[in-house]
């Protein structure tokens, strides 16, 4: 990449994408309780996350219970919680590696490696995007799914969580940043003719 400016703005999004997968592997709003039919005022909100359950009462109060088990978790939310781990260690060491490659710095003195660095850097934060992508797009696919089942009681019907947006939004900036960091990743060409 010609311009450091560039890879600044990378790396910009990388962290971004990065804080917003801890983010969404953190809090436990991946499902929250649906206000339908008769539901409407409740004193209670059901929130359920990666690796805690929590009940929200109308005067602010907050319990959570963590899982006691992975048994516990829905199929999809056992494969999220995998996937968001290994997407947040592989960009972070992909951000890790940016940093030591990047124009910007001089933690590698060989100009002609930089742009190798780079472009495993933007491989990594593609990769990273993908995973945080995939589950939340699973996770929301299957709370619409059981949302708009006649044959599920309306009291146990959840809506999709703020969690699921803040994944969306995480990917997708990993998946620019990695993209850009690989279109412009190429080694220079050192012939004239």
């Not at 339908?36 to 990666?50: F, K, S, Y």
């Not at 990594?124 to 799914?145: F, N």
Request: proline share 3%; charged share 10%.
């Amino acid at each position: 990449m010609g311009s450091s400016a560039g890879q600044m703005a990378c790396v910009a999004l990388g962290v971004l994408g990065l804080i917003g997968t801890i983010v969404c592997c953190a809090l436990p709003l991946w499902r929250v309780s649906s206000f339908t039919g008769n539901n409407i005022v409740t004193a209670q909100e059901h929130q359920e996350g990666l690796w805690m359950q929590c009940v929200k009462q109308s005067t602010g109060q907050q319990q959570c219970k963590v899982y006691d088990s992975m048994l516990e978790l829905s199929s999809d939310l056992q494969a999220a919680r995998a996937m968001i781990i290994i997407s947040c260690m592989l960009s972070g060491l992909s951000v890790l590696v940016l940093f030591c490659g990047a124009d910007f710095t001089t933690c590698v003195q060989n100009e002609d490696a930089k742009p190798k660095i780079c472009l495993v850097a933007g491989v990594g934060l593609l990769l990273g995007g993908y995973l945080v992508i995939m589950p939340v797009r699973l996770s929301a696919h299957i709370t619409v799914r059981d949302f708009n089942n006649p044959y599920i009681p309306n009291f146990t019907k959840r809506e999709v969580g703020a969690c699921v947006y803040i994944g969306w939004a995480a990917g997708v900036l990993m998946i620019l940043a990695g993209g850009l960091l690989c279109f412009f990743s190429r080694p220079k060409s050192g012939g004239s003719g």
